[in-house]
């Protein structure tokens, strides 16, 4: 498992806050993790995405991609 997002984890108009995705067991298949619901106050809004893969006996593979937005206005 691994998990991206698209705006700096501590950017600029984002709160100044760090760790935003927490309780994560990278490259295992953890599937209870928290993501902070933070955007930059300049951007479009925060996207993550997070990215499984499995592998079967044989050697073969297959990847699941799911994405979490945090829109820039929630109104």
């Known amino acids: 498992m691994s998990i991206t997002a ?43 995405t997070v990215t499984y893969l499995a592998r079967d006996a044989a050697g073969n593979t297959t990847t699941a991609t799911a994405t979490v937005t945090v829109p820039h206005d929630q109104r």
Do not use: M
Not at 10 to 39: K, M, P, V, Y
């Open 6 to 48: 698209n705006e700096p984890v501590n950017g600029t108009g984002d709160g100044n806050t760090a760790d935003d995705i927490q309780g994560a067991a990278f490259g295992s298949d953890d599937r209870q993790f928290s993501l902070r619901a933070e955007r930059s106050g300049n951007g479009s809004g925060r996207i993550y």
